[in-house]
């Protein structure tokens, strides 16, 4: 553990240049699914995901993916919000301190290895999260590769198959569990 945090190593990522981010589900909400008149594409939300299959089909550098699952009460304060766009910063910057409410020991911990992830990325984009433990993004290997699930089903990490989180982008009949 790196017991990295905000303030450490400041401008780490724009020093590097060696970065790379998709974030597969950045569109995957009503921005991703505009139903506006004179719009020629309404499938934005679906284009990061494809990126991860491409990138590999075309052997780019290595792709990792993860989800943001976590549901805390005090960063999410009504249960449908569930892991909304954006609520993961407050974990990677550990911000989620500052909110109001009961802070739970698995948040803490989702919050320190998540932040551990990023750090073993931005250390070393290449090998830093194999090395670790985290598999590459390999969608068009069997159930759609394997992708780091953070905060949910009483475990900071875990190593979800690709299918549990886009299966319904490809397979017919497929349901998205919105709270996983």
Not at 24 to 43: D, M, W
Not at 76 to 94: C, E, K, N
Not at 100 to 121: C, R, V
Request: with cysteine.
């Amino acid at each position: 553990m790196t017991s990295f945090r905000h303030n450490s190593h400041s401008q780490w990522v724009s020093r590097s240049q060696k970065h790379i981010v998709v974030t597969t589900n950045y569109r995957a909400n009503i921005f991703g699914f505009p139903n506006a008149r004179g719009l020629n594409q309404t499938n934005f939300g679906l284009q990061d995901q494809r990126a991860g299959v491409i990138r590999q089909q075309v052997s780019l550098p290595p792709t990792w993916r993860y989800q943001w699952a976590g549901n805390f009460t005090n960063i999410s304060p009504l249960r449908w919000m569930g892991a909304y766009h954006y609520s993961d910063l407050y974990m990677f910057f550990s911000s989620y301190v500052i909110a109001p409410g009961t802070i739970p020991q698995l948040e803490t911990d989702t919050s320190a290895a998540m932040q551990d992830y990023l750090y073993t990325f931005a250390n070393d984009p290449y090998n830093g999260l194999t090395n670790g433990g985290y598999s590459q993004y390999l969608p068009l290997d069997g159930k759609g590769g394997q992708i780091a699930r953070f905060g949910t089903s009483g475990k900071a990490s875990q190593l979800v198959p690709g299918d549990d989180v886009e299966a319904v982008c490809h397979i017919p009949g497929a349901v998205y569990d919105t709270s996983p």
